[in-house]
C-alpha cells in the first residue's frame, strides 16, 4: 500500500440501517470531523429510496449487485442494480478504484459488538485490524474465505472493509453503538494519515482473526418454512464457542436439536433478521490467532 489519497464512508447500503445514514448525515453536516490533511474523505449515502421507506432495500439486496458481469449487464433494471452501477461510477470502476479504501458502516440485529469484516488478509489490512484491536479489545476481525469475486460493495476497491455493529433492531438507532461507531471511524482515519506521515511502527502485535468457514440454515419443511428457532443457550452468543453435542435450535414442540459437527467453532451473526430470507440462520468461524 503506497500513499492513501482518497477514502470513501458508506452509509445506509442496506436503508434500515440507521447507524450508517445518520452517520453519513452526520459527517455531511460536519466535514471537518472527517478530513484529514493528508488524504480526502468522501461520504456516500449508498440506497437512499430504501432509507426513505425504512426497508432494506426496494427489490433486491444492493449489497449482493457488484459483480462484474450485473455492473456490466445493461438488461438488469431493479432500482438497486441501477443504483449499483451509479456506485460503480463515483467510487468505482471496479478493479480500478477511484477512491484507496471504503468504510461501509452496517448494523445487525445479532450481538456482533463491534466488528470489523475484510476481504483480504493483505498485510495492510492486517496491520490496521491489529491496531484496532490494541486500541479496543472489544473490537472483533472476521473475514470470509474468499474463493470468488466478491458481489458486496465494498468489494469495489482492494481494501474496502465493513465496520459491522449490533444489535440494534432494524429501523432504529442505538445512540451507545451510533457513538461506538464514530469513535471507531475517527480512529480509522487517525491511523490513516499517520500510516501516510509514516508515523506507523510496524512492533510485533497479534489479535484474533474469526475466519468464516459455512454458513447454518434453520430446519425447514417442504414448503421452506422454518421450524426451529435458535436455542435460548446459543441466542446473543456470538463468537463464543459452540462445541458438538451443544444445542442449537428448538422446535415449536420444544425439541432440542444439536451441533452435530465434530469441531468447536465460533457463530457469529445469529439470528439475524435479514438473514432468514437468505437461508441462514448463523454464519460459523474458526478462531485463529494472527501475529503481525
Do not use: W
Not at 24 to 46: N, V
Not at 285 to 292: A, F, G, R, S
Amino acid at each position: 500500500m503506497n500513499q492513501i489519497n482518497r477514502v470513501a464512508i458508506v452509509g445506509g447500503t442496506h436503508g434500515n440501517e440507521l447507524t450508517g445514514v445518520y452517520l453519513i448525515k452526520k459527517f455531511e453536516e460536519y466535514p471537518q470531523l472527517i478530513q484529514r490533511s493528508s488524504f480526502e474523505t468522501l461520504t456516500l449515502l449508498a440506497n437512499p429510496q430504501a432509507f426513505e421507506k425504512n426497508r432494506r432495500y426496494i427489490d433486491k439486496d444492493l449489497n449482493r449487485c457488484f459483480l462484474n458481469q450485473d455492473l456490466q449487464n445493461s438488461s438488469l433494471s431493479s432500482y438497486e442494480d441501477i443504483r449499483a452501477k451509479t456506485i460503480n461510477q463515483i467510487l468505482g470502476p471496479k478493479g480500478q478504484s477511484q477512491v484507496d479504501i471504503i468504510v461501509d458502516l452496517h448494523s445487525t440485529t445479532a450481538n456482533m459488538g463491534l466488528s470489523i469484516i475484510l476481504d483480504t488478509q493483505h498485510p495492510f489490512m492486517m496491520q490496521l485490524a491489529a491496531y484496532l484491536c490494541s486500541i479496543n479489545p472489544l473490537v472483533k476481525i472476521c473475514c470470509p474465505q474468499l474463493d470468488q469475486e466478491s458481489s458486496f460493495l465494498r468489494s469495489l476497491c482492494k481494501f474496502g472493509f465493513v465496520i459491522e455493529v449490533g444489535p440494534v433492531a432494524q429501523g432504529v438507532l442505538n445512540a451507545d453503538l451510533f457513538q461506538k461507531t464514530e469513535q471507531l471511524i475517527y480512529i480509522i482515519l487517525d491511523y490513516l494519515e499517520a500510516y501516510n506521515q509514516g508515523l506507523i511502527l510496524l512492533n510485533n502485535s497479534t489479535f484474533t482473526l474469526f475466519e468464516y468457514v459455512e454458513t447454518i440454515d434453520y430446519p425447514r419443511n417442504q414448503k421452506g418454512e422454518i421450524q426451529a428457532m435458535i436455542h435460548p443457550q446459543l441466542h446473543f452468543r456470538d463468537y463464543e464457542s459452540l462445541n458438538p453435542g451443544e444445542p442449537v435450535f428448538l422446535t415449536f414442540d420444544e425439541k432440542e436439536i444439536f451441533y452435530q459437527g465434530k469441531s468447536t467453532y465460533y457463530p457469529i451473526f445469529i439470528n439475524e433478521a435479514a438473514y432468514y430470507e437468505k437461508g441462514i440462520a448463523m454464519c460459523l468461524t474458526k478462531k485463529q490467532l494472527i501475529k503481525v
